[in-house]
Nanobody, 126 residues
Framework: VQLQASGGGLVQAGGSLRLSCAAS????????MGWFRQGPGKEREFVAV????????YYADSVKGRFTISRDSAKNTVYLQMNSLKPEDTAVYYC????????????????????WGQGTQVTVSS
């Protein structure tokens, strides 16, 4: 599956953004979808994951209660709604896909995803 992320931008602290990740191919509904981010000088870190069926989601503690991941299989798209943004959320955000990321139990590890989008920059000013 090929992924195309979009929706990043510059926003003030406390603001909101919605990221989108459009997937190609007919088997999108069979993929677990994740969002990761990589800040300047930092390693890529897990943000959120949604199971292929859409019935399970998990979040990093740092974004829990502020971010929401969702998917629309009719549009082959996964979303990340980001509210109450903080300067520390500044990063390049990547979407990722894999058919076994969730079942592996290690959905938080980048190495468990076989497909990646190109990334979209999110900058939160204080």
């Amino acid at each position: 599956v090929q992924l195309q992320a979009s929706g990043g931008g510059l926003v003030q602290a406390g603001g909101s953004l919605r990221l989108s990740c459009a997937a190609s191919g007919r088997t999108f509904s069979m993929y677990d979808m994740g969002w990761f981010r990589q800040g300047p000088g930092k390693e890529r870190e897990f943000v959120a994951v949604i199971r292929w069926s859409g019935d399970r989601t998990y979040y990093a503690d740092s974004v829990k209660g502020r971010f929401t991941i969702s998917r629309d299989s009719a549009k082959n798209t996964v979303y990340l709604q980001m509210n109450s943004l903080k300067p520390e959320d500044t990063a390049v955000y990547y979407c990722a896909a894999d058919r076994r990321a969730y079942s592996s139990g290690r959905y938080y590890q980048p190495s468990n995803y076989g497909s990646w989008g190109q990334g979209t920059q999110v900058t939160v000013s204080s």
